[in-house]
């Protein structure tokens, strides 16, 4: 399995940091950070996160999407067309908007549930940032450690992607 390096997710390898400056998004309780960010290196990745879950996820009956009608496998030239294709229709620069706009109108609620999280819980980790990468394939929202959350943005709306956000990066925290 190919893994991606660190310097793979930053602005200058075709990874798309969509906050307003190229900054951080949203600085949480005790400086986390959360970003929300989309590649086409994620789009790959999360695509072999869920190949290697896929048994699992019919088995469990998830829902999730996959770029293709078959498990097939398909060479990365076949799947960046695909990604490129699903680009168009969920054109992720807009959805990253939409869940902006979610993220600062509850940003007081956000601040809130983490303060009540480390309240119940004290030993919660903390994590300078979170990488939320938006895809369009896999179940709803997955994480890996350290500090990545992927999100597909091709299922629900953007209340439902931040609430998965927040979600996996409680499974990090853990």
Known sequence: MRRLSERSWTPCHNALLFAPGNSCL???FLGMNIRFLYSHSACLRSIEITREFLSFLQKNRYKYTWPFSDQSVYTDEDLMIQIKKDEAIFIPKRKCQELEQIFFARQTEIAR????????NPSLAVLEKVDSFLTFYGPHGYFEAPNMVYINIAMGKPVFWLETVLHETLHLLV
Request: charged letters at 35%.
């Open 113 to 120: 549930g983490w303060l009540r999280a480390r309240e119940i």
């Open 26 to 28: 949203g600085r949480l």
